[in-house]
């Protein structure tokens, strides 16, 4: 629940905290090598699924139809600043160190002339959201990942991340502020409020995928790498495996 | 007041008539020398052009985006990449119907965003050159109400013109995903089952209901 960010787009990587599997499809041999848990892995992804389905999804649909856009934009702005310390953080542990000092200044300007955050002046003025977490920290530091892993109700990570997550869940605001009930409604909160605003995204996904479940294995993989090296594109090694054309006798052309 | 109301009123018409000129004039003079980042600009100014333009049904703007997007997108390439070693696995006719299919699904697939325009906005936010000679721009998406989406385009130079290969949201490659749920479907159950998936698909590809 931690790790979910508000960068919607994360929802490609989000798509796997609620996700789904075609369990008709039996778990291919091919992908051994990347995925040697498959087949737990497949039936993890179908129950986190379930899960979606049947409880997060109805639950996140009557949100979003009674909150107003404008209102679930607050929210995750509030929930996004109080990652602060996570951001923060794991910037200073990579060595961001300007990155982490404009990340005090976004805090310090939402928090107060965004009213406790539920506004997000501070990225018109050039202090703009960052997204790290210690899962991404040890990755920059040549922490291998470990096998492919979806964990119940929390999706989609791996040896590292999960570490990442335990860490992370330690160094939000709220825990040392607010009472345990008080914590659960606003993890609560923020889960549907998250969930309400990637409805659409995760149900096109779906729709678009052919297997579902290495749709969004690929994706995770994709969106950490992608994250770890503070990046919006593909690197430069996968590139040339990604973008070179294969003729028809097996040779390759540039 | 009065006279500023019909200088406005020019102003408007003289649009109204340069509009078609300016149209006409684009494709033919401009589109010789375009470079990557013309052609996304371009191509993402049309398609906002035809969303926000609540004259259109969804039907119609759908099929004015497909016009779009198709004459700027290379999905022969796009299809080579996505199949990689496998596209040798199809024979000559096979991959002509595998170009086809996939197409018509993606443009099903991302056509259905057309009924959840909400007055995004795209920004192109810088443009590299790859290795290979091919381009990368770089995107943002700015929605009033959401988070910002990063999106990249690959563009590769045919003929001397760029067209798209590639998306990249978010650092997730449209064409490495596929790619990755396509290998396993074509190792295990061979070219013909997944032309036959697609096919199936694209049958039933309805408007989604949100």
């Known amino acids: ?254 | 007041m009065q006279r500023n109301h019909r200088t406005r009123t020019k102003a408007v018409i003289a649009a109204l008539l340069l509009a078609p000129v300016l149209a006409l004039s684009g494709p033919t003079t401009a589109r010789a020398a375009e470079g990557p980042r013309d052609v996304v600009q371009q191509t993402t100014d049309a398609v906002l052009a035809v969303l926000a333009n609540k004259s259109l049904t969804a039907d119609q703007k759908r099929t004015k985006i497909q016009d779009i997007v198709y004459d700027r997108f290379d999905f022969r390439t796009l299809s080579r990449l996505v199949l990689a070693r496998n596209w040798r696995r199809l024979s000559h006719e096979q991959q002509n119907e595998f170009v086809q299919e996939f197409k018509q699904n993606l443009s099903t697939t991302y056509g259905r965003n057309v009924e959840t325009y909400n007055n995004e906005r795209a920004e192109i936010t810088g443009d590299r050159k790859e290795p290979g000679g091919d381009w990368t721009v770089k995107t943002k998406i700015i929605r009033p109400n959401a988070a910002d989406i990063l999106v990249d385009y690959r563009l590769r130079q045919e003929d001397g013109v760029w067209k798209v290969i590639d998306v990249i949201i978010e650092g997730v490659s449209l064409v490495a995903n596929y790619r990755s749920q396509f290998q396993e479907i074509v190792s295990n159950e061979g070219p013909a089952k997944l032309i036959q998936m697609l096919r199936e698909k694209n049958a039933k590809g309805e408007p989604m209901k949100s």
């Open chain 1, 1 to 254: 629940m931690k790790a979910l960010t508000r960068r919607a787009l994360a929802s490609v990587a989000l798509v796997g905290w609620f996700c789904c599997a075609s369990p008709v499809l039996a778990a291919p041999s091919g992908a051994a090598k990347h995925d040697p848990l498959e087949p737990m892995n497949r039936k993890i992804f179908w129950f986190n699924n379930q899960v979606d389905d049947y409880v997060l999804v109805p639950v996140a649909t009557v949100w979003d139809k009674i909150m107003p856009k404008r209102v679930e934009k607050c929210l995750s702005n509030f929930f996004g600043n109080l990652r602060f310390p996570i951001v923060a953080g794991n910037g200073l542990l990579q060595g961001k160190f300007k990155q982490a000092g404009s990340d005090v200044g976004r805090f310090a300007v939402n928090t107060t002339v965004g009213l406790a955050g539920f506004f997000d002046p501070a990225s018109g003025w050039g202090l703009e959201e960052h997204n790290e977490d210690f899962g991404q920290t040890l990755g920059y530091w040549g922490v291998g990942t470990g096998p492919y892993l979806v964990l119940p109700f929390l999706g989609p990570s791996n040896p590292r991340d999960t570490v990442g997550l335990a860490a992370d869940s330690f160094s939000t605001v709220y825990p040392f502020f607010v009472e345990f009930e008080y914590l659960v409604a606003a993890r609560g909160t923020d889960l549907i409020n998250t969930r309400a605003t990637l409805l659409q995204e995760v149900r096109q996904f779906k729709a678009a995928s052919f297997d579902y479940y290495v749709a969004v294995r690929n994706a995770y993989i994709q969106r950490r790498k992608a994250l770890i090296a503070d990046r919006s594109g593909v690197s430069a090694q996968e590139s040339e495996d990604l973008y070179t054309i294969q003729d028809d006798n097996g040779e390759s052309e540039p």
